[in-house]
């Protein structure tokens, strides 16, 4: 299943199905797990671990250095689940002592140009449209959609089920559910169509919409917000998860 005119290091271990197309280069400390398909041209540096069934398009780097002026050669890596798609042209760089990983979960459609900087955190069932853009140490949850051209500043953290207008260019974390778009990015309202995609049932979408009220509507800062929120968050799991997340932001919230 290796093209002859691929390059695959001794050392790596591929499943013996994985297909690697012609001029793929595949170094040292690279494995690669069953029904995987990589690409023309594709560039997989070590360490680098990659899962089940993934399917790598052509001419995408990953497990290159960081694009840190810091990094001194340490070894870090990058972990890549099952189930992923990545499309032409993009670039994941291997984490730094920071924290020593990049890491990306399952199920996420990645499109042509995505670069994941060092030390993100990609959660699972992500959409990244064509060129985004993420900065060192930024975490996505699960179930996040990023419009063509959104960028995200670095230590960044991006709620599950957020949605990002194409274009966006995010300096502050992203609560989940929300919406955001715009250079600087803003909320605007909840991301209610995803969620009905989803299938979250209009009482839990009435309870969030009370919630983004809260947050954004009512002229409250972020902890008076964590503070009203209590009572509904007992009720409502997705309120819940909301609360938590404001609670834990470090960066403040975008407004």
């Keep these: ?95 730094t002592r920071a924290s020593g990983v990049t890491r990306v979960g399952d199920r996420n459609w990645i499109m042509a140009y995505v670069h994941l900087a060092h030390d993100c955190t990609i959660g699972s069932d992500n959409v990244m449209a064509n060129g985004t853009t993420l900065a060192g140490h930024v975490e996505v949850g699960d ?18 089920h957020s949605f990002s207008a194409m274009g966006s260019v995010i300096l502050k974390d992203v609560p989940p559910y929300v919406t955001v778009a715009g250079n600087f990015a803003r909320p605007h309202g909840l991301n209610r169509e995803g969620l009905k995609r989803r299938g979250y049932l209009p009482e839990q979408i009435r309870e969030l919409r009370r919630a983004y009220r809260v947050v954004y509507r009512q002229g409250y800062g972020v902890e008076q917000a964590v503070a009203l929120l209590s009572e509904a968050a007992e009720r409502s799991p997705e309120v819940g998860a909301l609360r938590e997340f404001l609670m834990r932001s470090k960066r403040g919230i975008v407004r």
Excluded: W, Y
């Excluded at 179930?143 to 599950?160: K, R, Y």
């Design 1 to 95: 299943m290796i093209h002859p005119g691929a390059i695959v290091d001794a050392s790596a271990r591929l499943a013996e199905d994985v297909e690697v197309g012609p001029g793929a280069i595949i170094d040292a400390g690279v494995s690669i797990g069953a029904g995987t398909r990589i690409g023309p041209h594709v560039v997989i540096r070590g360490p680098t671990t990659i899962g089940r069934n993934n399917r790598i398009f052509q001419f995408s780097s990953l497990g290159e250095e960081p694009q840190d002026k810091k990094f001194g050669g340490e070894a870090t890596r990058l972990e890549i689940g099952d189930d992923n798609v990545i499309r032409e042209f993009c670039t994941f760089n291997r984490g």
């Design 143 to 160: 179930c996040v959609t990023f419009g063509a051209f959104s960028v995200v500043h670095q230590f960044c953290a991006i709620g599950s």
